[in-house]
């Protein structure tokens, strides 16, 4: 979990921050992943508005909020965009 009022940062080009349980990041809190750096995660639990950057997180759950639709057109992954970011 990233504590309430706490940043963490996973930025450059082979930056990975792993772990098989859930991210959690507080409502005042943030996550920045950008130039490169990637999370992998078993779940996320954020709001978009506290998620940065350009970077790549892969989680196998999550609770966000915002809406994403998943059916036979969409399929199962589904990227999106957060921080300066695009899908």
């Known amino acids: 979990m990233i504590a309430p009022g706490s940043a963490a940062a996973v930025t450059g080009p082979g930056s990975m921050w792993s772990m098989s349980s859930s991210l959690s990041v ?4 943030s996550l920045t ?8 995660a078993g779940g996320l639990l954020a709001s978009f508005s506290t998620l940065h950057g350009d970077g790549t997180i892969t989680a196998s759950g999550g609770v966000l909020d915002a809406d994403l639709r998943f059916d036979s057109t969409h399929g199962l992954a589904k990227p999106f965009t957060f921080g300066s970011g695009e899908a």
Request: charged content about 15%; aromatic content about 0%.
């Open 26 to 29: 507080d409502t005042s809190g």
């Open 33 to 40: 992943v950008g130039d490169g750096g990637c999370v992998a």
